[in-house]
């Protein structure tokens, strides 16, 4: 038994398919926020698919065993107990975040970290990616993330060269004289 309407529940389903007996998803609306092609497999696999229904209660056996849910049919109010061996809850995910606030990061309302253009944090030399920073995204946000945390941690690690203005300006003067050397090499 699967409750849930997206991507995870449908996705569960078509996995479970292989190795359970009859697979069953609760889905609280009256359609399936899940991809139409996800969709269609799962019900190609067997899945049985209750739209409009949603669980109300979960139900122990005297030896205090789950065995049984209590569902409800939305549209007629309709209720009734069914057997289930397993129950997977599958409506939404929080990205873990518990461990930031104790670890003296400034957090966003919604707990994730709060971090400048750059990708940093309020502690510096520590630059985030990801769904950390915010709800879950997509995996391409990730790696997009992560790559310009990369490049400015990279830049933070060389700053103390770029901030020491004798190197800064030996630097400048160093290209200037070789692009000058290479330029009257090149006679432009
Ligand atoms: C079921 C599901 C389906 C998805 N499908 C898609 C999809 O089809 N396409 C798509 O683009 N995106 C999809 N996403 C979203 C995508 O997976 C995420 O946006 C992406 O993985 C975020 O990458 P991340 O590196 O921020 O986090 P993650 O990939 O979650 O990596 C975080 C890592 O940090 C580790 N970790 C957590 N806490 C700690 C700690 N305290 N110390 C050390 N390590 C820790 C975790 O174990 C994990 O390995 C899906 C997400 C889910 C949950």
């Not at 104790?102 to 630059?127: H, P």
Request: proline share 1%.
């Amino acid at each position: 038994m699967i409750v849930g309407g997206g991507d995870h529940a449908f996705d569960t389903a078509i996995q479970l398919s292989d190795i359970a007996d009859n697979v069953t998803i609760l889905v609280n609306r009256e359609y399936a926020k899940a991809k139409e092609k996800t969709v269609k497999i799962a019900e190609e696999l067997g899945t049985e698919i209750l739209y409009n229904t949603e669980i109300i209660r979960i139900l122990k056996n005297s030896s205090g065993t789950f065995e049984r849910i209590q569902i409800r049919n939305n549209e007629t109010g309709t209720k009734k107990v069914i057997n289930a061996d397993e129950l997977f809850i599958a409506i939404g995910f929080e990205p873990v975040k518990r461990f930031l606030k104790s670890n003296g990061f400034v957090l966003k309302k919604d707990g994730s970290i709060d971090v400048d253009i750059n990708l940093e944090t309020n502690i510096q030399g520590v630059f985030t990616a990801g769904d950390v920073t915010g709800e879950v995204r997509l995996i391409a946000t990730a790696c997009a993330e992560g790559i310009v945390a990369a490049i400015h941690a990279f830049e933070e690690i060389k700053k103390p060269y770029w901030l020491c203005w004798h190197l800064y300006f030996d630097n400048i003067s160093w290209r200037v004289q070789y692009e000058s050397s290479i330029n009257s090499k090149l006679k432009i």
